[in-house]
């Protein structure tokens, strides 16, 4: 399922064969995100403990090849226990659009659970880039395949986590 062309929504969702309070103590712990990551930018975590609310922040190394190595402050910005979490990402060490006050970029990352029955949930990812500047969004949804891809990914590996605890 994705967003309507020129919003910059992906939505990508699959029925992982695990409770939801598993699936979100995954979600819920940077130091997983590496092995969840469909797109291969995530190196590991830099500081965060497994999050507890909105407010908290995490810090992971990434790598991509246009910046080089580089840092990403994610301040939580949704959390419903066993339910959705969310963060916006904004750019921090190494860096180039790395800011004195780290500003955002108007983006996020959700994960949306719905229970479905005693042992399975139905995870939605989703990038929701509708806060960004027209030209930005322009380029998500010119880039929608590739997203999606990454997304299929990523919740591939969520699922072979959750089968593996």
Known sequence: MAGR???AVVRVSRRIG????DV????????????????????GVVSGAAVSGVGDVFVMRMYYERYGDYEMNNHIVEYEPDRRIGWEP?????????????????H????????????????????????????????????RAWWQAQMVSTLERLTELCAAA
Do not use: Y
């Open 5 to 7: 062309t020129g919003e």
């Open 18 to 21: 695990a409770p939801a309070e």
């Open 24 to 43: 979100f103590r995954i979600l819920a712990d940077p130091g997983r995100h590496p092995h969840l990551d469909g797109s291969g930018m995530l190196r």
């Open 90 to 106: 904004r750019p921090g060490r190494g860096h180039p659009d790395a800011t004195a006050n780290g500003a955002a970029w108007g």
């Open 108 to 143: 996020r990352w959700i994960f949306d659970l719905a229970p479905k029955g005693a042992g399975a949930t139905v995870v939605t990812e989703i990038f929701d880039g509708s806060r960004m500047p027209e030209d930005k969004r322009a380029e998500v949804d010119g880039r």
